[in-house]
């Protein structure tokens, strides 16, 4: 009930193209999906959230879309660059007065020059 | 790295010592939390406090302890540690959230590399 599975465990992308990582998810009590990037030898980083609401959530070359019935959500890396080359995380919790995070397994992303 | 440092950065010990890791925060924030990243498993949650001397076990305790005496200090303890608690640990830290409102972004740290011989 608390797993979160992310999808691929690696990638590459050339420059410019578009990368997808999936990930989807049991309980359906989570309310809060963020997306964590993580560059080598540092701590991960919020990039974007979403929350069940909303079917899509855009900040520049970055998408979540979020399918609530099938229990699955999305980052979508538009125009990928070299310097988005990194570890993506996604994760979910329920709004309950703090952040208890169910993260993926990650997806090592390298975006060729 | 949003006010949080930890230490040591990265430390080598041997099976059956007692390793202490140390989160310190600057910024004020309630809730603390430790987790440990490993290939093929992401981060998992290790402990976690809602405030001084406030604290619960997260999904991957056991041979853990944590104590927090003071807002900015969270301590991690490995009793006598093992080859399996070899790692790279991180804390966090995020601010209340009430109920229902937006969510508060939670804060990583730069991380602690244990490595256990």
């Known amino acids: 009930q608390q797993q979160v599975k992310q999808s691929p465990q690696s990638l590459i992308v050339q420059k410019g193209g578009i990368s997808i990582i999936n990930c989807a998810y049991e309980n359906t009590a989570f309310d809060y999906f963020p997306w964590y990037q993580q560059f080598p030898g540092k701590g991960p980083a919020l990039l974007i959230a979403?929350?069940?609401?909303?079917s899509e959530k855009k900040e520049g070359r970055f998408t979540i879309s979020f399918n609530k019935s099938a229990k699955q959500f999305s980052l979508h890396i538009m125009d990928s660059q070299p310097g988005d080359s990194a570890t993506y995380f996604c994760a979910a919790s329920m709004n309950t007065g703090f952040q208890k995070l169910v993260f993926g397994t990650g997806t090592r992303l390298l975006v060729s020059p | 790295d949003a006010g949080i440092t930890q230490s040591p950065r990265h430390k080598v010990t041997e099976t059956g010592t007692p390793v202490t890791l140390r989160c310190h925060q600057t910024e004020n924030h309630r809730y603390m939390y430790w987790y440990r990243q490993d290939p093929g498993h992401g981060l998992r949650l290790i402990h976690y406090?809602?405030?001084?001397?406030?604290?619960d076990k997260g999904e991957v305790s056991d041979g853990y302890s944590v104590s927090r005496s003071k807002t900015e200090d969270f301590l991690l303890t490995l009793e006598s540690a093992t080859s399996s608690q070899t790692s790279v640990y991180f804390c966090?830290?995020?601010?209340?959230?009430?109920?229902?409102?937006?969510?508060?972004?939670?804060?990583f740290g730069p991380g602690t590399r244990l490595t256990v011989t």
């Open positions: 406090s809602y405030g001084v001397k406030d604290t």
């Open positions: 979403i929350r069940p609401d909303v």
């Open positions: 966090a830290i995020s601010e209340f959230l009430p109920s229902g409102g937006a969510p508060y972004e939670q804060y």
